[in-house]
């Protein structure tokens, strides 16, 4: 079946600096992207929609300038995290074509 | 507007019981329904889809749900729970003006021995 990897699985950085997420679809080239972030025991939310070469679409309340998705080709896609805050502090996972998702990346801002 | 519901935040039941999750949607037109299962700090695995066809659709992991669209609902079930099967447990809809995949707020199963 379908496999999405995401790299890192985990990170910690410190307050004010910018951290990279990125996303790829190992067998399969996906028109569409998609960032979600879950908060302990809540469900995903979804960021933002990224299609290959065009600007991502974020959801109401999203920064786009404090998260910035860049999807460079049919097989990547990464989300950086800018001048990141505890706040920032989450799960974030990525979809490949909605259906096949990462294994998440546990993100954790000191 | 496209939603999803998931009265349970958590289901209890006996290793070797049946186990029901429930899931009721709401969707212009014709719903695209998933579920997906999620252990803990891992990522979401597809479980099942219903898109079109057979109510009743067959999952991974013996997993099974029934498309009841009288009801609006896509209640997830398996004949006899593992201790394995505990996880946190999401309904998706994905249809109507939106046109995302819009979750559930997850319910937990828990199987005891």
Known sequence: GAVVSQHPSWVICKSGTSVKIECRSLDFQATTMFWYRQFPKQSLMLMATSNEGSKATYEQGVEKDKFLINHASLTLSTLTVTSAHPEDSSFYI?????????????LTVT | AQSVAQPEDQVNVAEGNPLTVKCTYSVSGNPYLFWYVQYPNRGLQFLLKYITGDNL???SYGFEAEFNKSQTSF???KPSALVSDSALYFCAVYGGATNKLIFGTGTLLAVQP
């Open chain 2, 75 to 77: 209640h997830l079930k």
């Open chain 2, 57 to 59: 659709v067959k999952g």
């Open chain 1, 94 to 106: 990525c979809s490949a074509d909605e259906q096949y998702f990462g294994p998440g990346t546990r």
